[in-house]
T-cell receptor
């Protein structure tokens, strides 16, 4: 069935770049999303990319999509301690209702 | 504040009991989604309602039920509670039902943390 996989943990130093990776199985995926969950809070949308794009940049965030390898990444430039959170990749399939398939989330720890 | 309101924030109850979680979607949103988040299973989609009608079903147990009322708020009912039902329950809302050509962005509430003892 459809699946989205992420590594569970990532640790970086403050000021470095963080790269969070996601792989998915459904080649007909349309929209691909990155959500952020801070401790004790709900998920909030960070950014999304449509499947006909290879890259999207929004301030410190860069999303790269490799459709051939079914690989999505989120790069956070100049990572700050406030970026410490869980980052979820979610992929919408092209079928009815564009069901979202979620990864388990990557916990990003930013060390001073 | 995301605009999605969930109550209660925390709930502690005993096995076998029944609880109701409530969600008010963001103003103008017609779809409500319920998710369960636990440490071992991640974020699990339970059910979606659109404008009062059930739209999609995920991994929702038969002991759980939900509905969306005419004013668009939604309730998730959890009955015959077991220890394994302890989790964070999130409600999210979106403007559409997800089948148009645009992105379907979900806005999440802060969650209801359920502890079953």
């Amino acid at each position: 069935g459809e699946d989205v996989e992420q590594s569970l943990f990532l640790s970086v130093r403050e000021g470095d770049s963080s790269v969070i990776n996601c792989t998915y199985t459904d080649s007909s995926s349309t929209y691909l999303y990155w959500y952020k969950q801070e401790p004790g809070a709900g998920l909030q949308l960070l950014t999304y990319i449509f499947s006909n794009m290879d890259m999207k940049q929004d301030q410190r965030l860069t999303v790269l999509l490799n459709k051939k390898d079914k690989h999505l990444s989120l790069r956070i430039a100049d990572t700050q301690t406030g970026d410490s959170a869980i980052y979820f990749c979610a992929v919408a399939n092209a079928g009815n209702n564009r069901k979202l398939i979620w990864g388990l989330g990557t916990s990003l720890a930013v060390n001073p | 504040d995301s605009g999605v309101t969930q109550t209660p924030k925390h709930l502690i109850t005993a096995t076998g009991q029944r609880v109701t979680l409530r969600c008010s979607p963001r103003s103008g949103d017609l779809s409500v989604y319920w998710y369960q988040q636990s440490l071992d299973q991640g974020l699990q989609f339970l059910i979606q309602y659109y404008n009062g009608e059930e739209r999609a079903k995920g991994n929702i147990l038969e002991r759980f039920s939900a509905q969306q009322f005419p004013d668009l708020h939604s309730e998730l009912n959890l009955s015959s509670l077991e220890l394994g039902d302890s989790a964070l329950y999130f409600c999210a809302s979106s403007a559409g039902q997800g089948e148009n050509s645009g992105a379907n962005v979900l806005t999440f509430g802060a969650g209801s943390r359920l502890t079953v003892l």
